[in-house]
């Protein structure tokens, strides 16, 4: 142990009440500033991840769209051949439109996305997400009409007033010529299943019914509007996704799940940074707490610095006294920032006390998840600052003239 670090921790402890008092408000505004820092952080993980595996949950991770918005017929030989990919876990076919639905309450306008149920619980989680009701859109008859099943959202189903069995209708328009005697297609279908995803968006505007039953309400025949793939690892999307587009003769649209959905995303990313950085001036802020505790200790210790500099300590050891403390503060705040943020996260995640709009949001809980990376980052940035704003008191001291502090 050399003796700068041992004066230094001395210090820490004595002093005037004042002084000390500073020294403790100074840790406290570091340990602050890094707890707020790093637990913004992992709840922008959190918040990321949550999003990244409910969005994916539905829409999968990658998407392939014929160009010019026309549909793809040989969708079965597609999905077939993409299936044999290295790195493809699973292809479906779906049909996605709009269509408007009416209960005995009420009335909406509505996403329709067709599936086939056996090769979509393959490629997404719709199954896993049913909570009522059954994963199945079997037909039932009704008083001599044969009705087939709908897996509609929890939200939309109270908005439309309806529950496990009853009966809606879907209008549609699609490949109707638009003139004045032009009338909407019309499909009965009961509810079989009530699905939650917790994402608002897909809870209250979409509903499930077979890609048989999609083809003939929308007119397209043996055909779908889509192809989304899942695959071993979601981040080889974007790797793969032009080997994919190759393979298939440049013929589609393929599009990975980080550029399908890059405006979210990208906008989570710039926030985590923009918050990040003003979470900082905390630390900033304790920073300069720092400079005016060193100053006070240097003008408190004037005699003491004299009598060091007259046993021969040297202007950079009296220079290392003060940093030394500096980042003794630094390190106090920082351990205490790591655990008072680590304690809140369990806190969050065990009992859900931070809720958010589901509407606003696409997710009603505010998950957190700790990244080791973050802390270490936000610690050293931490030291960074402190270092920095120790500098300026410990010239100070080292500066001071032994003949002055004696002359007093």
Not at 41 to 50: A, D, K, L, P
Not at 95 to 107: E, H, L, P, R
Request: proline letters at 3%.
């Amino acid at each position: 142990m050399n003796y700068e670090s041992f004066i230094a921790r001395r210090y820490l402890k004595s002093g005037r009440f004042f002084v000390s008092v500073s020294t403790w408000i100074t840790i406290l505004g570091v340990t602050l500033g890094v707890a707020v820092v790093c637990f913004v952080m992992s709840m922008h993980n959190g918040f990321e991840t949550e999003i990244r595996t409910r969005l994916l949950g539905t829409t999968s991770h990658i998407s392939i769209f014929p160009l010019n918005n026309q549909l793809i017929d040989n969708y079965r030989e597609l999905v077939d051949s993409i299936e044999t990919i290295p790195g493809v876990k699973a292809a479906s076919a779906f049909i996605y439109y709009k269509a408007a639905i009416a209960s005995a309450s009420a009335g909406d306008g509505i996403i329709i996305r067709g599936i086939d149920s056996a090769s979509e619980m393959r490629t997404s989680k719709v199954a896993e997400d049913v909570k009522i009701g059954d994963y199945s859109f079997e037909p039932i008859v009704a008083d001599g009409d044969t009705i087939p099943g709908m897996i509609i959202g929890g939200d939309l189903a109270d908005r439309m007033g309806v529950y496990l069995g009853s009966e809606v209708v879907l209008y549609s328009l699609r490949g109707e010529d638009l003139h004045r005697r032009s009338r909407p297609r019309v499909a009965k279908f009961y509810i079989s299943g009530i699905f939650e995803t917790g994402m608002y968006e897909f809870d209250a505007n979409m509903a499930y019914i077979s890609l048989h039953d999609a083809q003939r309400l929308f007119r397209l025949g043996d055909a779908v509007t889509t192809i989304h793939l899942k695959l071993d690892n979601i981040y080889d999307a974007e790797k793969m996704a032009p080997q994919i587009d190759s393979i298939l003769g440049y013929k589609y649209d393929v599009v990975p799940w980080n550029i399908l959905h890059k405006n979210l995303f990208t906008w989570i990313a710039i926030e985590k940074k923009v918050l990040f950085l003003g979470f900082i001036l905390i630390v900033l802020v304790a920073a300069f707490s720092i400079i005016s505790t060193l100053v006070m200790l240097t003008m408190e210790k004037r005699e003491e610095i004299g009598i060091l500099k007259t046993i021969g300590s040297t202007p950079a050891s009296i220079r290392k006294i003060f940093v030394y403390k500096g980042l003794v503060i630094a390190g106090f705040g920082v351990v205490l920032g790591w655990g008072i943020a680590l304690f809140f996260s369990y806190i969050q995640n065990k009992f859900g006390i931070i809720t958010l709009p589901s509407e606003i949001y696409f997710i009603s809980y505010l998950p957190i998840e700790t990244h080791i990376l973050d802390y270490l980052y936000a610690g050293a940035l931490t030291f960074v600052i402190c270092f920095l704003a120790s500098l300026y008191p410990a010239t100070q001291a080292a500066r001071l003239s032994v003949i002055e502090v004696l002359r007093r």
